[in-house]
C-alpha cells in the first residue's frame, strides 16, 4: 500500500462527486482489491477465520477428494493442483500433503490477486506459480481445483423494489450526521428488465443480487474443465437463488461492521449463488453435485475418522481436533451455511460426499 496519495475512502468519495453514484458491485471490487492487497486479514488477529485455518483436517479432506476423483477417473497425465484465493496457503499445503499419500503430485497454480497473500503463500507452497486472473493458466492437463470462501468476495451488483419499480442500488457520500462516509441508496434509472419476470412484483425494499464477476469466473473455469478434463470442488456460504435479500456483509476483527462507513478496511462479501455457479457449469457441459452442506459433505468424506486419528496420534489434542470438527460441521456452526458444490468433466468419475 502506497504511503502517499488519495486514501480510497478520498478517491471514492473524488469518483462520487464527479461521476455521480457507484454501482454497489463498484464499490465493493476497489474496497476489496485494496483490503486484501494491504494486509493478511486471516486468523485471530485478523478479521475472520476460515476452515482451513480452523483445522488441517479441511485442506486434507479437499486434497483426497481430489485424488480419489482423479485416480477413479483413470488417473490422466500432467494433473494441476489450481486454487482460487488460497489465502495464506494453508488449505493447498493439507491438500498437497494428502494427496502425496495418494501418489498424487500435481504441479500447483495459484490465482491471487493480493501482493501480501501471495508471499505468505510462497511461504507455505514455495513451488506455486502465480496468475492474477484464470486466463494463464496452463492448458495441457486435467486441473484439479479447489474454491474456499473464494466467491463470496466477488462483486455483486444489488436491484432494489421502490414503489416506482426496480431500481439498482447504489453508493453515496453518506449525509452529515449519518454513520460512516458512504450510504446505499436506489438510483433513478428504472431497471425492470434487469430482473426477472417472476420476481418483479416484489413488496418494496426487497433486494435481488447477482453477481456478474463470479458468474464470468465460474464459466471460465468450466469451460477450462470442460476443454482439459478434471473437476473443482467450490465451498462457500451461499443459497440457491433466485432469492430476495441483502447479504453485504462487512466484517472486522471478528465483528460485523457497517459496509459503508470504511471501505478497503474490512471484509466485504456476498452470499453466493450456487444455482448461478451450476447454470454456469452445466452450460459448459460439465457434471454438477451439489450444493450440500459442508458438514454433510465433509462428514461423507470421513473427516469423524480422521479426527480420531489426529486425536489418536496427539491424545493431548483431543479436546481442541473434537472443537475444530464440530465447528466446521455442526448445523449451528458452519455446517449448514457453508454448501460445497462440484463441477466435474462429463468422463470422469462421480464426486464422493455428495449423496445423502
Ligand atoms: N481460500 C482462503 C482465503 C479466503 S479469503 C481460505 O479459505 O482461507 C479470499 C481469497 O481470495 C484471498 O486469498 C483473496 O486475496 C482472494 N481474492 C479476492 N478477490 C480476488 C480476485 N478478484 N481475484 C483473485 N483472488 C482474489
Redesign the pocket.
Same mark, same amino acid.
Given at each position: 500500500m502506497p504511503a502517499d496519495g488519495p486514501s480510497l475512502s478520498d478517491r471514492l468519495a473524488r469518483q462520487i462527486e464527479a461521476g455521480g453514484p457507484i454501482s454497489i458491485a463498484h464499490y465493493m /471490487?476497489e474496497a476489496? &482489491?485494496h483490503y486484501?492487497?494491504s494486509r493478511d486479514?486471516?486468523g485471530a488477529a485478523g478479521d475472520f477465520t +476460515? /476452515?482451513?485455518?480452523i483445522s488441517q483436517m479441511f485442506g486434507e479432506l479437499c486434497g483426497l477428494w481430489l485424488a480419489d476423483i482423479w485416480m477413479r477417473s483413470g488417473r490422466r497425465a500432467n494433473p494441476y493442483y489450481v486454487?482460487?484465493?488460497?489465502?495464506?496457503g +494453508?488449505?493447498a499445503a493439507d491438500a498437497l500433503r494428502a494427496m502425496e499419500m495418494a501418489a498424487l503430485a500435481p504441479k500447483v497454480h495459484f490465482?491471487?490477486?493480493?501482493e501480501a497473500?501471495r508471499a505468505k503463500q510462497r511461504a507455505n507452497v514455495p513451488h506455486a506459480q502465480w496468475h %492474477? %486472473?484464470l486466463d494463464s493458466l496452463p492448458q495441457d492437463g486435467p486441473l484439479l481445483v479447489v474454491?474456499?470462501?473464494?466467491f463470496? /468476495?466477488?462483486p455483486v451488483r444489488q436491484m432494489v423494489a421502490t414503489p416506482q419499480g426496480w431500481r439498482e442500488r447504489v453508493v453515496i457520500r453518506a449525509l452529515n450526521g449519518e454513520p460512516g462516509r458512504f450510504a446505499p441508496m436506489a438510483g433513478y434509472r428504472p431497471m425492470d428488465s434487469a430482473v426477472p419476470d417472476s420476481l418483479r412484483h416484489a413488496p418494496e425494499g426487497a433486494i435481488l443480487e447477482t453477481s456478474t &464477476?463470479s458468474a464470468t469466473v465460474a464459466y471460465a473455469l468450466a469451460l477450462r474443465i470442460a476443454k482439459q478434463g478434471g473437476a473443482a470442488i467450490i465451498i462457500d456460504y451461499g443459497y440457491e437463488g433466485p432469492a430476495f435479500g441483502d447479504t453485504l456483509q462487512a466484517v472486522r476483527g471478528h465483528k460485523t461492521a457497517n459496509p459503508f462507513a470504511d471501505p478497503g478496511d474490512s %471484509?466485504l462479501t456476498a452470499h453466493v449463488d450456487f444455482a448461478c455457479l451450476g447454470n454456469m457449469a452445466r452450460q459448459a457441459g460439465l457434471r454438477i453435485f451439489g450444493p450440500v452442506g459442508q458438514g454433510a459433505w465433509l462428514t461423507a468424506l470421513g473427516i469423524d475418522a480422521r479426527a480420531l486419528a489426529l486425536a489418536g496420534k496427539s491424545p493431548e489434542r483431543t479436546q481442541e481436533i473434537e472443537s475444530a470438527r464440530s465447528r466446521l460441521t455442526a448445523d449451528d456452526q458452519m455446517g449448514t451455511l457453508f454448501k460445497a458444490m462440484a463441477f466435474v468433466h462429463p468422463d470422469w468419475a462421480s464426486a464422493e460426499g455428495f449423496n445423502g
Open positions: /471490487a476489496n &482489491a486484501y492487497n486479514p486471516l +476460515t /476452515a482451513p485455518e486454487e482460487l484465493g488460497p489465502g495464506r +494453508t488449505l490465482v491471487e490477486t493480493s497473500l %492474477d %486472473d474454491a474456499n470462501e473464494f463470496d /468476495a466477488l &464477476a %471484509d
